[in-house]
């Protein structure tokens, strides 16, 4: 294959320009605040899922204790109205009167029972309302860095994603002055060859598979016209031919 020297010179900025382009796809699929991000976004999920169980756990506690209130008030207000009953004498019978006392004593029991019951149920409450405001305050502080790390995420990515449009776009033109069957090479050789389909040669080095050439190998090199497309040896890259080839 012919091509003018010139052309092949541009190819080497072709190359630049691709490499180019590889790095900064390469950051936009590795930043390290995708996966910051990513972190922050599962630890709130978890976060959240214990909260959603809490939450429930301060819902069930809440209307239990609104039961227990309930059972105290109506067992405090049948002793009540039993007590008021024998103090007011309107109880007269002996015997009556011996039964109803000795359901004040057992109501008297049943409203400590209960009321045991309805600081257990408050002490439990209080301990899942208190988890449930401290994973409350948890899940803002997440936002928050989730927030601050979105911004960051989209300001590097716009930076980047800008970067390779403009590097695309100064690809393209270059590209476009080149012959087409040159760049069919080039762009073949690039996917086989991890990305560097063509490499300068200088101090008698390829800089594609960073090897010297032997003597033989530079010397049909140095023979060789101008215009002639040349292929390393050892990688088989398109090798372009500069000031600081050594031969």
């Known amino acids: 294959m012919k091509a003018d020297p010139f052309a092949l010179l541009k190819l080497l ?12 796809r390469h950051g936009l699929e590795h ?3 995708a996966g910051e991000l990513a972190s922050l976004r599962q630890q709130r999920t978890e976060v959240d899922n214990r909260a959603r169980d809490v939450r429930v756990s301060v ?3 809440t209307r239990e204790q609104k039961k227990a209130d309930a059972d105290v008030e109506q067992v405090k207000a ?5 007590q008021d009953r024998i103090d007011q004498g309107l109880v007269a019978n002996p015997k009556d009167l011996e039964r109803m006392q000795g359901e004040l004593v057992s109501l008297a029991r049943r409203i400590t029972s209960l009321e045991d019951t309805e600081l257990e149920v408050m002490e439990q409450l209080e301990t899942a309302q208190h988890e449930l405001d401290s994973l409350t305050v948890e899940l803002a502080g997440l936002d928050e860095q989730i927030a601050s790390v979105s911004a960051e995420l989209d300001e590097k990515a ?5 970067q390779l449009a403009e590097s695309g776009e100064e690809r393209k033109q270059v590209a476009a002055e080149l012959p087409e069957d040159l760049m069919a090479l080039y762009d073949r050789l690039r996917v086989q060859k991890g990305g560097v389909g063509a490499a300068a040669l200088r101090a008698r080095r390829c800089g594609g598979c960073r090897l010297e ?4 190998d530079l010397g049909v090199i140095a023979k060789a016209p101008s215009n002639e497309v040349l292929r390393c040896e050892e990688c088989n890259r398109i090798l372009v031919r500069t000031s600081e080839s050594g031969i």
């Open 13 to 24: 900025d072709v190359q630049v320009l691709d490499s180019r382009l590889d790095q900064l």
């Open 31 to 33: 930043m390290p605040e």
């Open 59 to 61: 819902d069930d506690l």
């Open 78 to 82: 049948r002793r009540k109205r039993d």
């Open 158 to 162: 716009g930076t980047l994603n800008q």
């Open 213 to 216: 050439l032997n003597a033989a």
